[in-house]
Structures are given as C-alpha cells and as structure tokens.
C-alpha cells in the first residue's frame, strides 16, 4: 500500500468509447502526476498537477483529458483511443517541489492497465 | 535530447552482489534516483543522491558522480525477493518536484 490508490486496475476499452481512470492519494500531498508505461520503454511524464492547477502537459494527445477536482484526486479522462494508446497507466504524487529531497521522492500507485480495442 | 541509459537485464545468484550502472544526458540536473517495481506493483522509491558519493541504506547503495553524468545502485546480499525492474531517474528541473526523466529499466533476475 503507497498510499496512491488507482482504478480501475484493468481496463479493456473500443476505440469509441468514453472512460475514465481515478486517483486518489492520502499522504497529504500537493502535487499529483500522470505518467504511461509502455513494454520496454521509460516511463513517460504525461501531466502534472500543482494545488490543482496543471503545470505540465507534456506534448499529449487531446484525447487524454486530465482533471483535478482537489488535491486528493485525480482523473484521466479517455476517448477515441487508438490501440498504440495501451499501456500501464501510473498516477503519483509528491510533495510540492521544493529542491532537495523531498520533492524528488514521488509515490506511485500501481497502475491502470490499459488495452484498447 | 533528454535520456537515461541502462542495462536492460542483469542475472546474479542469491547471496550476491550486483551493481546496476546508469548514465544521463538532460538539460538541467539535480538529483539522481532509483525506483524498484515488482511484476504488477507500483514503482516504489528506493534511494535519492543529489551530491556526488554513496549513500547506503540497509542492503542498498547508491551512488552518483556529477562530473561524469553517471550513478550506480549497488544491491548486496542479493535475496529472491530482489527480482524486479530497477529505474534511474534524474531530476532535472529544479523546484519541480516529482517532474523525472526515467530511464527504461533494469530487469534484476535473481537465481538461487
């Protein structure tokens, strides 16, 4: 237990359909991350949240959709996916960055598996 | 570009020691970590060096050298429960918190 609660674990979705995968932390945090995994590659950052408001969006495709209604929770808001699209979705928080250790400690939760159809 | 290399596979016995290189290319740096990810578990943090030398806790070290854009995780007294990926990540913006470069990982088979 991280502290860092994803679901669904797995998720099986069409190309047309609409889903969402939810976020939520409980170590006190004020920062919170979408990063993908794909088979063989880094994990990639997607998005990142300060105190709620969106600091990063790394060059995403619009039909990822992030939100983040506080600083507990997080969504990633799915739609006309494409099959290159699936992989091990990773939520995770931290601290805000503040330089030195604490900021650089961030804390996964295990993922959302994603397979697109 | 911004990159981190490492071996995609390492194989030791139990008992052993094994030693997991990493070098980065990035823009900006200031600090190098390791995360540990079992088969369908989250990545978890395992240790943080953001000056040049070893920083040891329990069975793990870490090491980085500035200068040569390079760090290490060292793994003593290997157990089979140490099988797993193994991730170098740089930290290269400062005040950004948990904005990482990761690199691909490591996969630590661990033989009895």
């Known amino acids: 237990e991280t502290g860092v609660t994803q679901t669904p674990r797995h998720l099986v979705m069409g190309m047309t359909n609409k889903k969402s995968l939810k976020c939520e932390q409980h170590?006190?945090?004020?920062?919170m991350y979408w990063y993908k995994q794909s088979a063989k590659k880094p994990l990639e950052l997607m998005f990142v949240?300060?105190?709620?408001?969106?600091?990063e969006n790394n060059s995403v495709p619009s039909r990822f959709s992030p939100e983040c209604p506080n600083s507990s929770h997080l969504f990633l808001h799915l739609h006309t996916l494409q099959p290159e699209d699936s992989a091990l979705y990773l939520c995770?928080?931290?601290?805000?960055?503040?330089?030195?250790?604490?900021?650089?400690?961030?804390?996964f939760g295990e993922g959302s598996w994603l397979t697109v159809v | 570009g911004q990159s981190l290399e490492q071996p995609s596979e390492v194989t030791a016995v139990e008992g052993a020691i094994v030693q997991i290189n990493c070098t980065y290319q990035?823009?900006?740096?200031?600090?190098l970590s390791w995360y540990q990810q079992h088969d369908g578990g989250a990545p978890t943090f395992l240790s943080y060096?953001?000056?040049?030398g070893l920083e040891e806790t329990g069975r793990f070290s870490s090491f980085l050298s500035r200068s040569d854009s390079y760090g290490y995780l060292l793994l003593q007294e290997l157990q089979m429960k140490d099988s797993a990926s193994y991730f170098c990540?740089?930290?290269?913006?400062?005040?950004?918190?948990?904005?990482?470069?990761f690199g691909q990982g490591t996969e630590l088979s661990v033989k009895p």
């Open positions: 995770a928080s931290s601290l805000p960055g503040k330089g030195g250790d604490s900021g650089n400690t961030i804390y």
């Open positions: 949240y300060n105190f709620k408001e969106q600091t």
């Open positions: 060096n953001a000056l040049d």
């Open positions: 170590l006190g945090h004020n920062a």
């Open positions: 990035t823009s900006g740096f200031y600090g």
């Open positions: 990540a740089a930290a290269p913006y400062y005040n950004q918190g948990g904005k990482l470069i």
